[in-house]
């Protein structure tokens, strides 16, 4: 295989991801970590860099854990992970290359196909998928509880409305995570969360994203913000004043219905639970279809 001159990445920066944006709309992956809003959110921490050469995305993670690449993705077309990984190959040259974020399918190709040297996965980064329909129905006997916990909600704050985000209600959004990092009621790591969202939320209008409130009152009390890709819609802002009780579960089905009910999607996609015990619980207790395991490839020299 010839090798091409080797790429000149740079950092991503926000101000890039409007121009990725075509790209992560064709390529439709079901994993998070290949969305806008997780590169807005994540970027920086994980030391994202990016190339466009020939037509295609070049992606990598440049961070204290190491080096570790993502699969070339087109604009226009879906390429397939083989082909994928020899245009890396390609761009990269000789040396170890590490494949991160792929689903369970990618890795057995690429197992089929190239020399692995390592092949590996944790249950702590899984996504967990949800058909939209039960987030947005809460029907059946499983969810019981669920619905149960909604009607609570609905007879505790009747003057509760449902509003979905746009220009009218992004100031509010923003006040309303101003007050959570001020309320002394969260620990670091949600601290960072919303100030990662704050950060989001200032983009909101120049990224294909999509979202909504609680509001009791004049006062917000939830919010949540997602981005659909495909017919997956994700999750990856959700943030709740725990003095309202159940709003967490609220705004979760009050978005999921108000996005299924416009007829674009099949799949709600809720992120991963870092390992976090109390997290994961709640999240499987919604009865997720699948879990999305993120695969990473190492390649032996010479692909």
């Not at 003057?159 to 923003?174: K, Q």
């Not at 009621?185 to 950060?199: K, Q, Y």
Request: charge should be negative; charged fraction near 30%; aromatic fraction near 10%.
């Amino acid at each position: 295989m010839k090798t091409r001159c080797l790429l000149q990445y740079q950092p991503l920066t926000n101000k890039d991801l409007p121009l990725l944006a075509p790209y992560v709309a064709a390529k439709k992956s079901r994993l998070a970590d290949h969305t806008l809003l997780y590169w807005h959110m994540w970027g920086e921490y994980l030391g994202m860099e990016y190339a466009i050469d020939d037509g295609l995305l070049f992606l990598r993670r440049n961070s204290r854990w190491g080096m570790s690449y993502y699969l070339p993705c087109s604009a226009t077309e879906v390429l397939s992970t083989v082909d994928a990984a020899r245009r890396l190959c390609e761009a990269v040259g000789n040396g170890e290359l590490r494949i991160c974020a792929l689903e369970k399918e990618e890795a057995e190709a690429l197992e089929g196909e190239f020399s692995v040297q390592e092949q590996g996965t944790s249950r702590t980064w899984a996504d967990y998928l949800y058909l939209a329909e039960d987030l947005a129905t809460l029907s059946g006997r499983r969810y019981h509880k669920k619905r149960n916990l909604v009607h609570q909600f609905e007879k505790l704050y009747p003057d509760c409305r449902y509003e979905p985000l746009d220009e009218s209600n992004h100031g509010a959004a923003m006040e309303f995570l101003r007050r959570r990092l001020e309320s002394g009621e969260i620990d670091e790591g949600e601290a960072v969360e919303c100030r990662r969202a704050l950060a989001a939320l200032a983009d909101f209008a120049r990224l294909p994203l999509s979202g909504g409130a609680l509001v009791i009152g004049s006062e917000m009390v939830a919010l949540t913000v997602g981005e659909r890709v495909g017919d997956v819609l994700f999750v990856h802002i959700e943030k709740g004043d725990r003095a309202f009780k159940g709003a967490y579960q609220y705004i979760n089905y009050c978005y999921a219905r108000d996005m299924y009910e416009r007829g674009e999607i099949r799949y709600i996609n809720r992120e991963d639970d870092a390992g976090d015990e109390g997290l994961r619980k709640a999240k499987l207790s919604y009865f997720p279809v699948e879990l999305l395991h993120k695969y990473h490839v190492v390649l032996k020299q010479g692909c």
